[in-house]
T-cell receptor
Framework: ELKVEQNPLFLSMQEGKNYTIYCNYS?????LYWYRQDPGKSLESLFV?????AVKQEGRLMASLDTKARLSTLHITAAVHDLSATYFC?????????FGKGTRLHILP | NAGVTQTPKFQVLKTGQSMTLQCAQD?????MYWYRQDPGMGLRLIYY???????DKGEVPNGYNVSRLNKREFSLRLESAAPSQTSVYFC????????????FGDGTRLSIL
């Protein structure tokens, strides 16, 4: 059974600092997604990672995938307040897409 | 371009009542999904439909039924609502091609008293 674990679940950090969110999953997959959710809103797609070693970057966010370790990371560089949100990873196995519990990121000015 | 449309946006039910949540997409997507979101639990998959004519159970299917009415529409039914089903329900869709992200609706906030 596919399980997806994220950590930390809550992160409070200062503007300008760097940090990494981790996403571990339990069964073989080479399709992993990252989403962002603002309070009271729906989810929007950030990154799609489709192979071992895949790396995607958008602004201050960079996502990577290690399928052998069953691990994805979302790295935040020089955080700004606008990045405050909840971030989810999701793993795709034969069209069944399972989400982690999310990381609530709070960036202090 | 509406994307994924969910109706209603809000609903209050009494225990034991039944209800159908509607979802429609206009992007010609093959796959559709229903999730529930509860505080601290992330999104949990209830049911999904990889293509028109097929449905499969997700992580938490008990107490729910689904119908893939056609390629555009995927409904979720609560036959006898229980307070534990109080949640925000999200519908999502995506293309069948490998590795496509999901597009989400705005959600339905459902309270069961």
């Amino acid at each position: 059974e596919l399980k997806v674990e994220q950590n930390p679940l809550f992160l409070s950090m200062q503007e300008g600092k760097n940090y990494t969110i981790y996403c571990n999953y339990s069964t073989t997959s080479d399709r992993l997604y990252w989403y962002r959710q603002d309070p009271g809103k729906s989810l929007e797609s950030l990154f799609v990672l489709l192979s071992n070693g895949a790396v995607k970057q958008e602004g201050r966010l960079m996502a990577s995938l290690d399928t052998k370790a069953r691990l994805s990371t979302l790295h935040i560089t020089a955080a700004v307040h606008d990045l405050s949100a909840t971030y989810f990873c999701a793993v795709d196995r034969d069209d069944k897409i399972i989400f982690g519990k999310g990381t609530r990121l709070h960036i202090l000015p | 371009n509406a994307g994924v449309t969910q109706t209603p946006k809000f609903q209050v039910l009494k225990t034991g009542q039944s209800m159908t949540l509607q979802c429609a997409q206009d992007m010609n997507h093959n796959s559709m999904y229903w999730y529930r979101q509860d505080p601290g639990m992330g999104l949990r998959l209830i049911y999904y439909s990889a293509s028109e004519g097929t449905t499969d159970k997700g992580e938490v299917p008990n107490g729910y039924n689904v119908s893939r009415l056609n390629k555009r529409e995927f409904s979720l039914r609560l036959e006898s609502a229980a307070p534990s089903q109080t949640s925000v329900y999200f519908c999502a869709s995506r293309r069948a091609s490998r590795g496509q992200p999901q597009h989400f609706g705005d959600g339905t906030r459902l309270s069961i008293l």
